[in-house]
């Protein structure tokens, strides 16, 4: 089975500076995804970021990196040069490549940007 | 850009009655999602759906729940028979064939079971 753990509750950072969400994962699956969703308080699911269990480089996208290291079974978040409208609920996710295809979700961690 | 989109955005209904959400997913997407945020918690999974059928369920998925794609646009969720703890947002999401990909959500509904 599936985990991820997300063990930041909420976190602070003030805007323009970088912050680092934490997520670990467990699975036995060889072949995985990982990804980040944002959250506004509007309620929607954004995708952010998407990396592969066989991907060598760290994905990013535009402000968003994904800082994976495998043998650790981490995957987590760095956002740059935080703006006031990163502000949301971020969530961790992580997809079976090879079968299952839902996605098992961590419990979320609540960024809040500061001025 | 395409999207996921969903309706109503907001659904009340009283213990017991039957509800159906409804989903247009994207158009070329042939993988089929419903999941399930309780407020304040974690996105839970109900069930995948693929090629007219079910091709995952989770165990919050029981009898009580049914899913459709009834006329090949439209993707639906029935609660048969709510319960005060059916409260939630309620998730539709679609992905194409390749396994590299995200999946899509739609905006959400949220259903408020009194």
């Known amino acids: 089975a599936q985990k991820i753990t997300q063990t930041q509750p909420g976190m602070f950072v003030q805007e323009k500076e970088a912050v680092t969400l934490d997520c670990t994962y467990d699975t036995s699956d060889q072949s995985y995804g990982l990804f980040w969703y944002k959250q506004p308080s509007s309620g929607e699911m954004i995708f952010l970021i998407y990396q592969g269990s066989y991907d060598e480089q760290n994905a990013t996208e535009g402000r968003y990196s994904l800082n994976f290291q495998k043998a650790r079974k981490s995957a987590n978040l760095v956002i740059s040069a935080s703006q006031l409208g990163d502000s949301a609920m971020y969530f961790c996710?992580?997809?079976?490549?090879?079968?299952?295809?839902?996605?098992?979700f961590g419990s979320g961690t609540r960024l809040q940007v500061q001025p | 850009e395409p999207e996921v989109t969903q309706t109503p955005s907001h659904q009340v209904t009283q213990m017991g009655q039957e509800v159906i959400l409804r989903c247009v997913p994207i158009?070329?997407?042939?993988?089929f999602y419903w999941y399930r945020q309780i407020l304040g918690q974690k996105v839970e999974f109900l069930v995948s759906?693929?090629?007219?059928?079910?091709?995952?369920k989770s165990e919050i998925f029981d009898d009580q729940f049914s899913v459709e794609r009834p006329d090949g646009s439209n993707f639906t969720l029935k609660i048969r028979s709510t319960k005060l703890e059916d409260s939630a947002m309620y998730f539709c999401?679609?992905?194409?064939?390749?396994?590299?990909?995200?999946?899509?959500f739609g905006q959400g509904t949220r259903l408020t079971v009194v």
């Open positions: 999401a679609s992905s194409d064939t390749a396994s590299r990909t995200e999946a899509f």
């Open positions: 158009s070329n997407h042939l993988y």
């Open positions: 996710a992580m997809r079976d490549d090879t079968g299952r295809r839902a996605l098992t």
């Open positions: 759906f693929y090629n007219n059928e079910i091709s995952e």
